[in-house]
């Protein structure tokens, strides 16, 4: 049998001995290991199946910040309607500024928005337009946080009933409920 | 690699045909990336008020001979709720229920509930309750009554009360439990 020079040899490129040692794994426990790709990949499609069984593709409700919402057990489920959000003195309606409710927590007493008022009255109007001979639903969501006092959820309640939003709908998270 | 075999062969060109798996595991971490950043982890819900905005009386609506009943319920005092029963002016029965706020902090949102208050209003409507028949197209109405600076959750904490008292209602052909109030608030 022939003799031949050695050829290449794995890991001898490692210039420093005791790195070489080290992955080597003379005496010790080796630097690297195995990954299974078979259960990697199983893990991976569960949890891809996983995410997109709880996928909502209408998207979820903005949330205005600053905002934190009570919770509550006897709850319906949410509908697409104009949200009116209040957060510390600000009013927006469907994230843009509406008004503000400085004057109602100064005065204490119970006032219309004006411009929350305004704005829901043009949004009535253009619903009307836009689904002629249909009945209006009069539907609103508020988004009020948690700390705000009665006065001005009062007022903002007032405010959409006159302005043709009677059905008003308190925006809060959902509670599991009960079993009675 | 990994390869997926499809049989055949003898000869001919293999029918094998190998998945590169760094582009699949690469697609695999994208979607789950994807899906993480647009999960919606906060369950949102509604809970329901009446405004009860006095509007023009329609063509087909009976003029009702006597006002109906309703419950008031007060939430002024910081240790009880009062329950008042009232047609028209007229006040049929009051009751007080020992108020306890029991709030509960998850994280910076609180939950408030009046488990008490739930089962007397629901006693009371099943005592007192006008329209309790599954054919009942009329739901009976609660008018709460709180003080200007309650905050928020609070009113939550008792709306979530009232509506625990559920009454059967047909839609339909089918029976389902609705909530046995309509909820509005009290102006003064």
Redesign the interface.
Known sequence: MPVHNPGRRLMHGIGLKFVRRKVLGHGSRAVTANLS?TS??DF??V??VF??M???AS???P?TKGV????????????DAPIVAIAGSQVFVDGAPSGNTRAIEDS?R?QRVDELFNILKGKRELWKQLHPGRDFPGVV?LQ????????V??SI??T???AG???????????PKNK? | M?GIDVGGGGGKRALDSEIN?IP??DL??V??SF??L???W????????????PGPPRVDEVTPTEPEKQLHIEMRATDKFVLIWKQGNTVVNTIDVPRQDNVQS?G??????YPDLAAKIQAEWQMSGTHRDASDKKIDQAILH????????Y???V??AI??AHRPYNVGTKVEQV?SFNVT?S?N
């Open positions: 790709l990697m990949i991976l499609v949890v891809v995410l997109l709880t996928f909502s998207g979820e409700t949330l934190h919402l009570p919770k509550a057990e006897n709850t319906s489920d949410m509908v204490k119970l969501l009020v946080d948690q700390d705000v006092q009665a006065i959820v009062k309640f007032q959409a009933a006159f939003y009677p059905n008003v709908g308190f925006m809060v998270g959902d509670l009675h | 990994a798996m699949m595991i695999l971490m979607t789950i899906l993480l647009t999960a919606v906060t369950h949102m819900a509604r809970i329901n008020a009446d405004a009860q905005v998850a910076n949102v609180k939950v408030v509930r709180t003080d200007n600076e309650t905050p928020y959750m009113i939550i904490g709306i979530d509506y625990q909530p608030f102006v």
